[in-house]
């Protein structure tokens, strides 16, 4: 078979059910970049222990170079008889460097530990990518909570009205589990960032070619420490596939308010024009067609993971052909993060918000009716008995109608001697939200701070 990497023990050819099976060049064409640089740091390897003279090494990266352009400029693809990106390329390599030369590059290194290495090197560079669009998400969340500085919203637990918190305080509780998420890749990087080069199959390579070498050339920190392990582990494409499957969850957990927010009941927001869409037949409708595909692609992230996981599981050491199957889930993640992110911050951006009717509603469902709990606390009232006084209070008014600071001063001594009128001062939303300044609280000051702190923690990454 011409062209092909394994064809000395065969009589035949590969049967073409066989060949359309094997063949993974419909995706794994997206690594013939990383494949070059590996092979030029290979051939550096090669030349620096002796297999390649200067001038085969000159002409071996000069004929890299050439094979580069090609594949840039599309001259150079896949045949149909290319059973991956390494076959392919080492077909071009050798149609520009000649038989013999090109031929010397395979020494010393197998495609199992070539895959192990170019798959890490694709990530590395979009974890980059995927780093860059989260800090610009981070960077839009805060701007709007930055741009609404003490506008209140009902706080909810139980999507049923809570307490009244800052709409700030709201919105940075997004923001911060994508700084973890931004965290998690960087630490995910110190594990990733290894260099297989060298394992060959698995067993290593005789040649005493300096895998250091090969590491840094390729801009990763070290060569791995066990070529076994190196070229049958996957551990950190799965948990790549984790922290961007969290990224989703996170964008979801988001998307969700903000199609309940921009729902006629909440009517919280309202979203700009150029992020939202419309409907076929219905010529009112205004959908909130990025959250949605945020919340249904989040699906598809986990997907991508969990189906991975199952891939894994149950494989023997070494390489087997199954970990050919890692590499679409995670260029699907890759994808669609790449084309969700910046759709999404834009959405999150140019986000309306009605503040007028968030600030309405922060009061109503009794919503201070812990502070008036707290508030007899700090009278020397237990908090058992407050919590019994308060929710007296709130039935005494649920039953005529009235909002809880509406009673009269006889009526609060009715319900009990430790409502004295005084307890009114905290029954104002503003109040409410400035008593708690504890570290982490919604009170403004504390807010800021907790913006600056988040500002902070992205801005050393
Ligand atoms: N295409 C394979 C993969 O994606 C790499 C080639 C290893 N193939 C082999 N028969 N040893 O994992």
Redesign the pocket.
């Known amino acids: 078979e011409a062209g092909a990497l394994w064809g000395g023990r065969f009589a035949s050819g590969p049967s073409p059910e066989l060949a359309r099976l094997s063949k993974?060049t419909q995706f794994?064409w997206q690594l013939a970049a990383y494949d070059i640089a590996g092979s030029r740091a290979h051939a550096t390897a090669l030349q620096s222990a002796g297999y390649l003279s200067e001038n085969e090494l000159a002409s071996m990266l000069e004929a890299l170079d050439r094979l580069e352009e090609d594949v840039e400029s599309g001259a150079f693809t896949a045949a149909e008889s290319d059973?991956?990106?390494?076959s392919a390329l080492e077909r071009g390599l050798i149609e520009r460097a000649g038989a013999e030369l090109g031929g010397k590059l395979r020494a010393g290194r197998?495609?199992?530990d070539?895959?192990a290495t170019l798959v890490r090197l694709y990530l590395l560079q979009h974890s980059r990518v995927i780093g860059h669009l989260v800090v610009q998400l981070i960077d839009a969340i805060a701007s709007q909570a930055e741009a609404h500085g003490d506008a209140p919203m009902p706080g909810r637990t139980h999507l049923q009205h809570a307490q009244p918190v800052l709409l700030a305080h709201h919105l940075l509780a997004h923001a911060w589990p994508l700084v973890r998420d931004l965290e998690r890749l960087v630490d995910w990087t110190r594990r990733a960032s290894a260099s297989p080069y060298g394992s060959g199959?698995l067993a290593g390579s005789s040649l005493g070619l300096d895998p250091h070498l090969v590491a840094s050339e390729l801009g990763l920190d070290r060569p791995t420490e066990n070529s076994i392990d190196a070229t049958a582990s996957r551990d950190v494409v799965a948990e790549f596939a984790f922290v961007t499957s969290l990224i989703g969850i996170n964008l979801s957990r988001f998307s969700e308010e903000i199609i309940l927010w921009n729902t006629r009941e909440f009517d919280f927001v309202t979203l700009d024009d150029g992020y939202s869409t419309g409907s076929s037949i219905m010529p009112q409708k205004k959908n909130p067609d990025i959250a949605e595909l945020a919340r249904g692609k989040s699906g598809r992230l986990i997907g991508n993971l969990t189906g991975l996981l199952a891939t894994l599981k149950g494989l023997p050491l070494a390489?087997n052909?199954d970990?050919?199957e890692?590499?679409e889930p995670v260029f699907d993640t890759v994808e669609t993060l790449e084309v969700l992110l910046p759709a999404f911050t834009g959405m999150v951006a140019t986000l309306k918000f009605n503040t007028e009717r968030m600030a309405e509603l922060a009061p109503q469902g009794f919503s201070l009716a812990t502070d008036v709990a707290e508030w007899l606390v700090r009278q020397g009232v237990s908090f058992r008995d407050a919590h019994e006084i308060s929710g007296e209070l709130v039935q005494f008014c649920e039953q005529r109608g009235l909002e809880l600071h509406e009673p009269s001063d006889e009526e609060l001594a009715g319900i009990s001697a430790h409502l004295v009128p005084a307890v009114r001062g905290v029954l104002t939303v503003e109040g409410s939200i400035a008593s708690r300044n504890g570290v982490g609280g919604t009170a403004p000051d504390r807010v800021a701070e907790q913006r600056n702190q988040l500002t902070e923690r992205v801005r050393v990454l």
């Open positions: 993974s794994d059973e991956d990106v390494h197998s495609r199992n070539q895959i199959a390489y052909r970990l050919q890692d590499k």
